[in-house]
Structure formats: C-alpha cells, structure tokens
C-alpha cells in the first residue's frame, strides 16, 4: 500500500494504565514509540485481524510486511496502528493474496486529517456531497470509532469512495 503519514504526537496512548499518575505522564511528555507488542493488542482490542502480517516499529515508523487482509481491513489497520500517539508514519510493504490480487478493483478509500471545528457531517458534506452520508465514514471507520461526535484534530479517518 505504501507510506503513510501521521501527526506523531496525536492518537490514543497505548501502554499507560488509567492511574492519576499516568494521566499526568500522558499530560507532560511527548508520547513515545509504542511497542510492537503494544500496537497487536490495540489491534485485538479493536478486532482488527493480522493473521498473515509482521510488524516492527522502528524509531516513530510501524512497518508491515507479510500477506495483507482485504483492502478495507488493510486500510482499517493501517489508520489504527497510525492513530496511536508516537507513531509518526505506517509503511505497508504488504502484499495482496495473490488469489484476490485480481478482484481488488474497487477504488481505494482517501484518507483526511481531521481539523479543529470538523464533524462528520461537515467532511462528508465536503467529501462525498452530502452532509446526512457522515455514517458511510462512521461505518468505515468503526472500530476504531465509537461515537460520530468523537473525533478530534490530527487524526486521520477513511473516506469511502462511491458513497454519497
């Protein structure tokens, strides 16, 4: 799939317990690089699969190699690993089966970095035509959403393509 960006210190911080202490921690210093380890248990968390996959993090960068899932889990996984503090960029050196090589045809998502002041029905409205399709983005972006009113600046959500 390729490189992809992120904001390093904005996500969800992985590793940190629900102490006071660890709040403050999380409060004072840069988030850093969440393990590999880390990052497969925010993936089961979400039930996301990796059967296939290998990760390693190398300084701020998450690098996946192995067999991918289908594109739109691939995609799901990419912006889960990508969306956690400390992570600064996803490099996705998988490769597809090569039984659904042939079937993957369908146009890719976009990926958008969400801004202060967006909601769901404004991107989609910008994105897709049409304010009321913001649950076509809440659907694709489940699990790692819970709500359509939480989402916040710097992280990067999937834009279905032929949603309107």
């Known amino acids: 799939m390729g490189l992809f960006s992120f ?18 921690a999380e409060a ?31 300084e701020h960068t998450v690098v996946l190699e192995g067999t991918r ?18 992570i600064a960029s996803v490099d996705d050196r998988t490769e597809a089966p090569a039984a659904a090589a042939q079937q993957q045809q369908a146009a890719p ?21 049409n304010a009321n399709a913001y649950n076509a983005i809440f ?7 819970d709500h359509p009113d939480r989402i916040y600046p710097g992280q990067v959500l999937r834009i279905p393509q032929g949603t309107s």
Do not use: C, W
């Open 109 to 129: 998502s976009t990926f958008y970095t969400v801004k202060k002041g967006d909601t769901l029905s404004a991107i989609a409205k910008a994105h897709l035509g």
């Open 139 to 145: 659907e694709a972006n489940r699990p790692m959403l």
């Open 69 to 86: 899932a289908d594109p739109a889990t691939q995609e799901k996984i990419v912006l889960a690993l990508g969306n956690s503090a400390g």
């Open 7 to 24: 904001i390093q210190g904005v996500g969800r911080r992985l590793g940190l317990g629900t102490t006071a202490n660890a709040a403050e």
């Open 28 to 58: 004072a210093a840069p988030a850093p690089a969440p393990s590999a380890d880390m990052l497969q248990q925010e993936l089961n968390r979400l039930g996301l699969p990796f059967a296939g996959m290998t990760m390693r993090v190398e």
